[in-house]
């Protein structure tokens, strides 16, 4: 059974660091086509996609709008993929969920196809308030 | 990249069909045949509904059903059920820079 479990609820000041995982199990990880996405969902507000990591060697892409906001890594050795901020800030408020990323992954240009997310986390809230 | 376009909100009576819309552009929606639909309850993670425009996951009562016509994908429901009331986001792949863009989240409401 493929499972995404992802770390506890946090409360942070502005300005702290944080790194918060996603623990994914029940299937192959080394699969080219199987990725790990993040996606935000600020309060009462719709789903932002954020970015991509594939585990089996940590090939990693951004969102336009999240690149460089904040970094997305992993350790297949522990079968887990983070999401981390360096200084954090109050509109990164909000809940972060992982999901596993159907892909397709070109050799020949060396970009992945996106698919859908077939399973999710069941989120990590964040909360950065001074 | 800005967010696909869904109506706020959709209603329908049990037993009604009704269609969400998620209109976006040549370079997303119109360019790739990989439009998903999510469901999400308040306060749960979201669910995946339909995905590759038309296609319905193992689980997915056959009442829901996937479209698309130019640069817009629509999600339809069909013999609408109390259980169906929950927020609907359509996503999108959007070439190799963007990557996916989400659509802006229907609520719809059974009456």
């Known amino acids: 059974e493929v499972q995404l479990v992802q770390s506890g609820a946090e409360v942070k000041k502005p300005g702290e660091s944080l790194k918060i995982s996603c623990n994914y199990s029940?299937?192959?990880?080394?699969?080219?086509?199987?990725?790990i996405a993040w996606v935000r969902q600020m309060p009462g507000k719709g789903l932002e996609w954020m970015g991509i990591?594939?585990?089996?060697?940590?090939?990693?892409r951004y969102s336009p709008s999240f690149q460089g906001q904040v970094t997305i890594s992993a350790d297949n050795s522990i079968s887990t993929a983070y999401l981390q901020w360096s200084s954090l800030k109050a509109s990164d408020t909000a809940m972060y969920y992982c999901?596993?990323?159907?892909?397709?992954?070109?050799?020949?240009?060396?970009?992945?196809?996106?698919?859908?997310?077939?399973?999710w986390g069941q989120g990590t809230l964040v909360t950065v308030s001074s | 990249q800005s967010a696909l376009t869904q109506p706020r909100s959709v209603s329908g009576s049990p037993g009604q069909s009704v269609a969400i819309s998620c209109t976006g552009t040549?370079?997303?929606?119109?360019?790739?045949?990989?439009v998903s639909w999510y469901q999400q309850y308040p306060g749960k993670a979201p669910k995946l509904m339909i995905y590759?425009?038309?296609e319905r996951p193992s689980g997915v009562p056959d009442r829901f059903s996937g479209s698309k016509s130019g640069n817009t994908a629509s999600l339809t429901i069909s013999g609408l059920q109390a259980e169906d009331e929950a927020d609907y986001y359509c996503?999108?792949?959007?070439?190799?820079?963007?990557?996916?863009?989400f659509g802006t989240g229907t609520k719809v409401t059974v009456l």
């Open positions: 999901a596993r990323q159907i892909a397709y992954y070109n050799i020949l240009t060396g970009h992945p196809t996106l698919y859908h997310l077939d399973y």
């Open positions: 029940g299937y192959s990880f080394i699969n080219i086509n199987y990725w």
């Open positions: 990591i594939y585990p089996g060697d940590s090939d990693t």
């Open positions: 040549s370079s997303d929606v119109g360019g790739y045949n990989y």
């Open positions: 590759d425009v038309s």
């Open positions: 996503c999108s792949y959007a070439g190799s820079y963007t990557l996916d863009v």
